[in-house]
């Protein structure tokens, strides 16, 4: 990979965490499309799900006053075996289909927010929405590499105020992409093949996120809102339209 195509990787990090650290999500599709013009399909996800680590749980870090750890651990609680079913069934799934829906999904629940409460209440009530949540994410996690859109209405449901929505679906995430992370190790991706990569994706993502999280704490809860709902509709619209016609 050349110094320019890393150089450009590391831009999209640092623009992309700055993003999720200010509208809560975002990033991690920026850097997938990035990603995807220099590295082979299978490798992207892998690589994306460190960087994405380094991302979350740096915001998670920075922001881990605002923590609910409730909601966090009910997540994690089955993340690794959901996603180890997701590495079993990785290459069923049409990609593009999965996307597509994934990218709808967002787009219902942050405009329809009727019909959130409708899916969320099938999945539980109150925080024991998450840990069927966190299963539906990990297994997803695997094949698709990015589910926070779909996901992250629900976080904003249940967490209103702006820090503790970002700092808890940070924390979240975090283990989301280290369980994806591990699970990759396991069947055999050799992370140190793209070590010069990964620095710069890391150390952008960390500087991105330490510039956002100052904006954030700058944000009123309105004007936060907007920010979630026009990131996320855009993020969904630029999903769907790249699957159908790219």
């Given at each position: 990979?050349?110094?320019?195509?890393l150089?450009?990787?590391?831009?999209?990090?640092?623009?992309?965490?700055?993003?999720?650290a200010i509208?809560?999500?975002?990033?991690?599709i920026?850097?997938?499309?990035?990603?995807?013009?220099f590295?082979?399909?299978?490798?992207?996800?892998?690589?994306?799900?460190?960087?994405?680590?380094?991302?979350?749980s740096?915001?998670?870090?920075?922001?881990?006053?605002?923590?609910d750890?409730?909601?966090?651990?009910?997540?994690?609680l089955?993340?690794?075996?959901?996603?180890?079913?997701?590495?079993?069934?990785a290459?069923?799934f049409?990609?593009?289909?999965?996307?597509i829906?994934i990218?709808?999904?967002?787009?219902v629940?942050?405009?329809?927010?009727?019909?959130?409460?409708k899916?969320?209440?099938?999945?539980?009530?109150g925080?024991?929405?998450?840990?069927?949540?966190?299963?539906?994410?990990?297994?997803?996690?695997?094949?698709?590499?990015?589910?926070?859109?779909?996901?992250?209405p629900?976080?904003?449901?249940?967490?209103?105020?702006r820090?503790?929505?970002?700092?808890?679906?940070?924390?979240?995430?975090?283990f989301?992409?280290?369980?994806?992370v591990?699970?990759?190790?396991?069947?055999?991706?050799?992370?140190?093949?793209?070590?010069?990569?990964?620095?710069i994706?890391?150390?952008?993502?960390?500087?991105g996120?330490?510039?956002?999280?100052?904006?954030?704490r700058?944000l009123?809860?309105q004007l936060?809102g907007?920010?979630?709902?026009?990131?996320?509709?855009?993020?969904?619209?630029?999903?769907i339209f790249?699957?159908l016609?790219s």
């Amino acid at each position: 990979m050349s110094g320019l195509e890393l150089c450009l990787i590391g831009v999209a990090a640092l623009i992309g965490s700055a993003i999720a650290a200010i509208a809560g999500l975002g990033g991690g599709i920026l850097l997938m499309a990035v990603l995807l013009q220099f590295l082979d399909p299978l490798e992207v996800v892998p690589i994306h799900g460190v960087i994405q680590l380094a991302s979350n749980s740096s915001r998670a870090v920075i922001l881990r006053d605002d923590v609910d750890w409730a909601v966090v651990w009910r997540f994690a609680l089955f993340l690794l075996p959901a996603g180890l079913a997701g590495l079993l069934v990785a290459g069923i799934f049409p990609v593009e289909v999965g996307s597509i829906l994934i990218a709808l999904f967002a787009l219902v629940f942050v405009w329809w927010p009727q019909g959130l409460g409708k899916i969320v209440s099938c999945l539980g009530s109150g925080r024991r929405t998450f840990i069927p949540l966190g299963a539906i994410a990990g297994f997803l996690n695997i094949p698709f590499g990015v589910t926070g859109p779909a996901i992250a209405p629900v976080f904003r449901s249940e967490l209103p105020l702006r820090t503790a929505m970002v700092a808890t679906f940070a924390m979240a995430q975090t283990f989301g992409h280290l369980a994806k992370v591990m699970l990759f190790a396991v069947d055999g991706f050799v992370y140190l093949d793209q070590l010069a990569l990964l620095a710069i994706g890391i150390s952008a993502v960390i500087a991105g996120t330490w510039f956002g999280t100052r904006v954030l704490r700058n944000l009123s809860e309105q004007l936060f809102g907007h920010l979630f709902r026009l990131v996320l509709t855009v993020i969904a619209i630029r999903v769907i339209f790249i699957t159908l016609f790219s």
